[in-house]
């Protein structure tokens, strides 16, 4: 589980896990900027951070991840307007996700494309949460990364090829009353195009262990959604379940 920190002098260590936080709470933070920007349409890096109900301009005192949204009670500072604390819990998850990555991976090629796929789950499970709705070209984000990291690792093609082959196959077998037909052409259900996703991210040689793991993590939170009588949204499931063996699959 920590195999890159394993025989590490301690120094060396926590530098790690600050350098990790540091970043992670970084690009946390500009992931709830994509979080607001993309279901909207609006330009991700022609305009400055602003407010999204008033539009005044932020400024850096406004900006710092987590400490910022604290200090200010997650209210905007110029029209006080409320503004969803899934912003903080996404820098959070996002420094999460570079600590264990730095645990399991050091700072290496591996290590960043996994961070990348991460974060855009991340971003991914947050829209929906905040918007209901799940957007494909994040999912597209999160698909050319895993194609990266598994030819790396793999250093050939036919692996992620293959995994996301069993994807589409699983998926349409699943939801298959789901798969929508327009003119000559059959639209695949988003679950089945997350699981394609999965396939090509940890290869056909681990998918029937994220298959497991999946269906492990997808049955206790519906059964946590069916005790609070919330929605189970399929994102937050799916992408735990991928991140858990990215990370620790072997």
Avoid at 83 to 99: D, G, Q
Avoid at 208 to 223: E, G, I, M, Q, T
Avoid at 241 to 246: A, F, G, K
């Amino acid at each position: 589980m920590l195999n890159a920190i394993q025989g590490m002098d301690a120094s060396y260590i926590w530098s790690g896990v600050i350098w990790a936080l540091v970043c992670g709470l970084a690009v946390g933070n500009y992931a709830c900027s994509l979080i607001h920007r993309l279901p909207r349409g609006k330009s991700l890096l022609g305009d400055a951070p602003y407010c999204g109900t008033c539009a005044a301009p932020l400024k850096p005192i406004d900006l710092f991840p987590v400490f910022s949204a604290l200090w200010l009670r997650h209210k905007c500072r110029y029209c006080h307007t409320p503004y969803p604390i899934s912003h903080t819990i996404t820098e959070l998850l996002v420094a999460a996700l570079f600590i264990l990555t730095f645990f399991q991976y050091n700072f290496s090629d591996i290590g960043v494309l996994i961070l990348a796929i991460g974060t855009f789950l991340i971003i991914l499970s947050t829209i929906q949460v905040n918007e209901g709705m799940i957007m494909g070209r994040v999912i597209l984000c999160a698909l050319v990364f895993g194609m990266l990291l598994r030819t790396l690792i793999d250093h050939t093609l036919f692996n992620f090829v293959l995994g996301g082959l069993f994807g589409v196959i699983v998926g349409a077998v699943v939801w298959r009353k789901k798969i929508v037909k327009a003119g000559h052409i059959y639209k695949l259900p988003v679950q089945a195009e997350l699981l394609a996703v999965a396939g090509i991210c940890v290869g056909a040689n681990l998918f029937p262990l994220f298959l497991l793991v999946f269906s492990v993590v997808y049955f206790l939170a519906w059964v946590v959604s069916k005790i609070l009588h919330k929605q189970l949204l399929f994102t937050i499931a799916f992408s735990f379940s991928l991140m858990l063996v990215l990370l620790y699959g072997k």
